[in-house]
Nanobody
């Protein structure tokens, strides 16, 4: 059973960089052919795909967030990380990591495992 767990600060100040880590257990992030994704849900809104890092380490970003987003991974720890720079209150959301078993990264995705989500609030 694959499990994903998000971790990171729950409160970030405007203009700072948000950093979240997803720790995966029960499966390797280098296993063919999965994409490991970050998805968020602002209050009262739908899910928004932010980006993904593939099993080989290649990265994919939402065009609307690409200039502020960076994904990386630590295969020794079986973790992947999201960094979102220059945050504003509009970045307040529940952030999820998820495994996508679809053939390509990005929406609609075929997510078979999700983390429980972590609330991030951007406020001074």
């Amino acid at each position: 059973q694959v499990q994903l767990q998000e971790s990171g600060p729950g409160l970030v100040k405007p203009s700072q960089t948000l950093s979240l880590t997803c720790t995966v257990s029960g499966g390797s992030i280098t296993t063919n052919y999965y994409h490991w994704s970050w998805i968020r849900q602002p209050p009262g809104k739908g899910l928004e795909w932010m980006g993904a890092i593939a099993y080989v380490g290649s990265t994919y970003y939402s065009p609307s967030l690409e200039s502020r987003t960076s994904l990386s991974r630590d295969t020794s720890k079986n973790q992947f990380t999201l960094q979102l720079s220059s945050v504003t209150p509009e970045d307040t959301a529940v952030y999820y990591c998820a495994r996508d078993r679809g053939p390509v990264a990005g929406p609609p995705g075929e997510y078979d495992y999700w983390g429980q989500g972590t609330q991030v609030t951007v406020s001074s």
